[in-house]
């Protein structure tokens, strides 16, 4: 809440000023510590005054956030836009680890991932730009 408010300070508004809200990838979705708060709890703890909101998963990653808010604001449905991205903790847990489930920390007890990360964890891609460079070199290797 902190950085928000020195954002809209930076900016020269106040919160008042503030009439919409983005974030990427939006109400809490995403894996275990990579979806932040949904923009409702955000705007009930910064006291704002929304005309609009926006947040979702499709798009250019943290971009899309970026993107939505200067549409919203070339529309006419918000006049300053306050994006932001967080998550919600720094060492994800799988439901009944009990440890933090990937790095070196991760212990005995190993946990299971779905999705993508069951290919990219094990080689400690927890990034987007390591997954970036995984999906280049598999293009480098098949066009070449």
Do not use: K
């Not at 008042?16 to 709890?41: H, N, R, V």
């Not at 070339?74 to 680890?97: D, F, I, Q, S």
């Not at 964890?121 to 987007?128: D, K, M, Q, R």
């Amino acid at each position: 809440m902190e950085a928000a408010l020195d954002a809209i300070a930076d900016a020269g508004l106040s919160r008042d000023d503030i009439d919409g809200l983005s974030t990427y990838p939006g109400m809490g979705a995403g894996t275990p510590g990579f979806g932040g708060p949904p923009s409702p709890e955000v705007q009930d703890a910064l006291g704002l005054s929304l005309n609009w909101h926006d947040g979702g998963g499709e798009g250019p990653g943290q971009m899309r956030a970026v993107m939505a808010a200067a549409l919203a604001v070339a529309a006419g449905l918000a006049r300053h836009v306050l994006v932001y991205r967080t998550v919600t903790e720094g060492t994800p847990r799988a439901p009944g680890a009990g440890r933090a489930s990937a790095g070196p920390a991760a212990g005995r007890r190993r946990a299971r991932f779905g999705s993508f990360m069951q290919w990219s964890l094990p080689f400690g891609a927890v990034s987007a730009a390591n997954w970036i460079a995984m999906v280049g070199s598999v293009a480098c290797t098949s066009s070449g």
